[in-house]
């Protein structure tokens, strides 16, 4: 993608911090107010908040080159499977805003360089835990994940990012934190917060696990947290 970011990242030599997301006064040439499919390459930038109908993806991502830039409002999936989808498309970059209420908040399969960054990933705020997860990735090269907070999820099972068969990744200034999950007496490491597997050629640096919540003791295993 041509696209600039606008962005700028906050000090993460804090374990606990957070980071910031700078907005724009101006949106881009192709803004976007409602939920549905982008399915031609370009620069695309939010300019409201944005409530999904419960059942389709907030944004479908159908198509190469693009940037999706949030621009500090809010994706509410309304307890929808997904927020974000994108699959089988290349160079696609999702930046700068809050993501809340959807079973997998951003769903990423079978594609190629794949950046998210500036992002806030909100869980659930029901009261009992459920199996919803912030980013699920699959068979996927290339992944480039930056300044991103994940919090406040109540879950059983499921990681809270997952990335499952793929190469050449790259997790930067990712929090986790206080997040409350739920597993069984015998060591479920479906049950980890972070857990990258069958992957290879991944780089993890400035990444905190920390203030999570969980009900067993189990030793680690290689490439979980």
């Known amino acids: 993608s041509s696209c600039k970011s606008t962005t700028k990242t906050s000090d993460t030599s804090s374990s606990s911090s957070t980071h910031s997301i700078k907005c724009k006064k101006d949106c881009s040439s192709k803004p976007i107010s409602k939920s549905g499919v982008i399915n031609k390459p370009g620069c695309y930038c939010l300019t409201s908040d944005i409530v999904g ?27 929808a499977s997904y927020a974000i989808v994108v ?61 991103i907070t994940i919090i406040g999820f109540k879950n059983k099972k499921v990681p809270i990012i997952n990335c499952l068969e793929c190469k050449n990744g790259s997790l930067k200034n990712i929090t986790i934190s206080k997040n409350l999950k739920f597993v069984s007496d015998v060591c479920d490491y479906q049950g980890a917060f972070l857990n990258i597997e069958l992957s290879s050629n991944f780089d993890i640096e400035n990444t905190y696990v920390n203030d999570n919540s969980v009900n067993a003791n189990c030793p680690p295993r290689p490439g979980v947290m």
């Open 87 to 147: 699959a089988k498309q290349c160079s696609v970059k999702i930046m700068n805003g809050t993501i809340t209420r959807a079973d997998t908040h951003i769903r990423i399969s079978e594609c190629e360089n794949i950046t998210l960054v500036d992002l806030k990933l909100k869980g659930t705020d029901k009261c009992k835990p459920v199996n919803k997860t912030a980013i699920k990735v699959n068979n996927t090269c290339g992944l480039d994940f930056q300044n």
């Open 53 to 79: 109908n419960g059942c389709d993806p907030v944004i479908t991502i159908d198509s190469n080159d693009v940037t999706l830039d949030l621009n500090c409002h809010q994706l509410d999936a309304y307890n």
